[in-house]
């Protein structure tokens, strides 16, 4: 492992390693946002901000927030951090290398004596991925000040409301007006690439330019729960008919407008159920989630448009209701600051790291603290790009590469900000 950095890669793995074994064991590696492993990481997670002598609370939007005051407070802060939560089945660094990484550097500079001017703080934002409730960046969207009534009033599968969830991971909805920010001066999120270009390329550390705007739409077909054996073709309301339509039509629409070479586009529909869900009844219900990303908002609103035109054709082609067609969230793509970015880049050439520009793909907490503060994200090279998946892999000297330049960064911006 490289020795000669500002950090200690070392402790830094170690701690990674150890938060990846709090997972349901049968499925590793989860860690649902509001589930009990959930919390238990999160304890675990405080329990090591407090012994790197960092003071710990949750804010009103559900963040776990670790703070080392500067010796000019008024200066502002200067955040770090990413998500502890995972998707089912997941792996052991989108998000948490992350969180771990900011640990390791605000851990590392108080070790080394330096006292910063700015206040530095730790963050793990509040259910970065799609949660129970639908909704993900649910911390950084109530940092950012954007989180909707109708967004706290969605339900999980076992009908518990969100902003009740929020309140139960230690949140204050109440006082969600509170977790909004106006001090932070800097913020930097290390993520795992998720892509190939780092590797393909050897390239150090990636810098990210702009991170892609997604759409969720949840769109539910209502028709009628009869035999499967004894009601004629003709005559019946089979709901899963016009979600297969969909999933035809968006796979289609997504390659068309791929094809323009006006920026990326993708859509995914991951979520598919239908009821009752037996082999011999027609489907009375069938419901889908799209999730649509580019960015170029103009694709976006475009493929949007047709997917209501569609959907609803295809409900009356098949006699069934489209009985829900609803934005679950939406975003616009954001750019990332260019101040920081060149900061990285400088940050990551002293230190005698390759660097390239890259654009995401992915959602990030960063997205919407760029909404209240200059924010820049540094992406390492994970194997085969493999991600949302247990083969996730990132090498430790990748990881303390990306977690040094920001260190780094950090120390500069503590100087240069006047
Ligand atoms: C976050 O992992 C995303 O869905 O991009
Ligand atoms: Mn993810
Ligand atoms: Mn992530």
Not at 35 to 59: K, V
Request: include cysteine; charged fraction near 25%.
């Amino acid at each position: 492992m490289t020795s000669n950095l500002p950090i200690d890669g070392r402790r830094l793995w170690d701690d990674l390693m150890h938060l990846a074994e709090i997972t349901d064991p049968g499925k590793p590696y989860t860690r649902r946002s509001f589930s009990p492993l959930f919390d238990e990481g999160r304890l675990w997670l405080r329990q090591r901000f407090e012994a790197a002598g960092l003071e710990t609370r949750i804010d009103a939007a559900g963040n776990l927030i670790g703070r080392r005051a500067g010796s000019e407070p008024a200066a502002g802060t200067i955040m770090i951090g990413s998500h502890s939560d995972t998707v089912p089945s997941g792996g052991r660094f989108d998000g948490t290398a992350g969180v771990l990484a900011a640990l390791e550097i605000a851990r590392s500079i108080a070790q080394s004596g330096t006292a910063l001017r700015h206040n530095l703080e730790v963050i793990d934002f509040l259910a970065e991925e799609p949660s129970e409730f639908g909704l993900s960046c649910i911390g950084s969207r109530g940092m950012a000040g954007v989180m909707e009534e109708r967004m706290l009033a969605y339900t999980d599968p076992s009908g518990e409301v969100l902003s009740h969830a929020i309140d139960r991971v230690g949140g204050n909805v109440s006082a969600l007006a509170t977790a909004r920010r106006d001090d932070i001066k800097a913020f930097f999120e290390l993520h795992i690439e998720q892509g190939l270009v780092l590797q393909d390329g050897k390239i150090d550390v990636g810098i990210v330019t702009a991170i892609v705007g997604i759409t969720r739409i949840e769109v539910v077909f209502k028709g009628s729960a009869d035999h499967a054996g004894t009601t004629p073709m003709h005559l019946r309301r089979d709901a899963f008919t016009p979600a297969a339509k969909t999933a035809v039509f968006v796979d289609r629409v997504a390659r068309e407008l791929v094809a323009r070479n006006a920026g990326l586009f993708v859509a995914t529909i991951g979520i598919a159920s239908v009821a009752p869900g037996a082999s011999n009844v027609v489907p009375q219900e069938a419901r889908i989630i799209i999730d649509a990303r580019s960015e170029n908002r103009a694709l976006m609103d475009e493929f949007l448009a047709r997917l209501d035109t569609e959907t609803a054709a295809f409900a009356k082609e098949s006699r069934t209701e489209r009985a829900v067609f609803a934005r679950l969230s939406d975003t616009n793509p954001t750019a990332c600051d260019a101040g920081l970015r060149e900061l990285l880049r400088d940050s990551a050439r002293a230190l005698g790291f390759s660097s390239t520009d890259i654009a995401s793909g992915a959602g990030h907490d960063a997205a919407f603290v760029a909404r209240i503060a200059p924010s820049a994200m540094v992406f390492i090279p994970c194997r085969d790009g493999k991600s949302h998946a247990p083969e996730e892999w990132a090498e430790p000297d990748a990881l303390a590469a990306g977690t040094a330049v920001i260190a780094e960064a950090v120390l500069r911006f503590d100087r240069l900000d006047a």
